[in-house]
């Protein structure tokens, strides 16, 4: 562990102007923060709205706690820096910090996406968590894709029966994202969290994203995804899932 805030960049095939657009507009916002569940709104006023520091003119944006996001203007692209907040400041949620810095990740990562892949479209996801008793990817039969760079293409059956294919979109020390054709171009997000204050046990994740899937579709690849991780993945126990409420 160190004193140093977390830090990590991305640069993003958008304009600056979008990007930061993206980041303040909770209707854009929902179209790649996280994954939907009931209080997703609720959680993107509180996170990006509520107790916050912005400059519109210098593209900066201090959220709760402290973690800041910086956007630099590259033409046509931007680079997305974001500094983790330091500890230290509340012990209750100093517990949750290695947990909230690998959704950060993730989150970045899917507001990429959206704005490179899909700008203007909405989303469906599904969510699977629980506690890491195995590892996620031999778990789903994705092991080949942890080595191989972001843009490598890759096929590989899913642990579901259905063909996975596409391109890496990004590695980081404890996930993977990989884009998947067959759901309209969209996101698999593994993550292999360690163990933290929080969750002692460490916790692994997925987020499926998918496009332009109806309703019987998509209704079938949450039910074969869900079966499936209830198969390999027990729940956290409780108290050791969510973080504190803003």
């Known amino acids: 562990m160190t004193d140093e805030p977390f830090s990590f960049e991305v640069t ?15 209707e854009l916002i929902r179209r790649w923060h996280g994954w939907h569940f009931d209080g997703l709104d609720k959680e993107i006023e509180v996170i ?5 520091v912005e400059s519109a003119a210098e593209h900066r944006l201090e959220v709760q706690g402290g973690d800041l996001f910086e956007l630099t203007g590259l033409g046509d692209r931007t680079r997305l820096r974001l500094t983790r907040g330091p500890r230290g400041g509340d012990p209750e949620w100093d517990a949750y910090y290695d947990d909230i810095t690998e959704g ?17 479209a909405d989303r469906r996801t599904v969510f ?13 039969g994705l092991a080949a ?20 294919r596409g391109q890496v979109w990004f590695r980081s020390a404890n996930q993977v994202g990989l884009t998947v054709d067959g759901w309209g171009d969209g996101l698999l997000v593994t993550a292999q969290n360690p163990p933290s204050p929080a969750n002692p046990g460490g916790t692994v994740m997925m987020v499926l994203t998918t496009y332009g899937l109806d309703d019987a579709a998509h209704a079938d690849l949450e039910s074969r995804w869900t079966a499936w991780w209830g198969r390999n993945f027990p729940e956290v126990p409780q108290g050791e899932q969510d973080a504190p409420a803003g």
């Open 12 to 26: 993003i095939a958008a304009p600056v102007d979008e990007v930061w657009g993206a980041l303040r507009d909770p």
């Open 48 to 52: 990006y709205h509520q107790n916050v």
């Open 104 to 120: 950060w990740i993730t989150f970045v990562h899917q507001l990429a996406f959206a704005l490179e892949r899909h700008p203007g």
């Open 128 to 140: 699977l968590s629980g506690a890491a008793v195995t590892p996620v990817l031999e778990a789903a």
């Open 145 to 164: 894709v942890a080595g191989l760079p972001p843009a490598s293409p890759y096929e590989l059956e899913g642990p579901t029966g259905e063909t996975l």
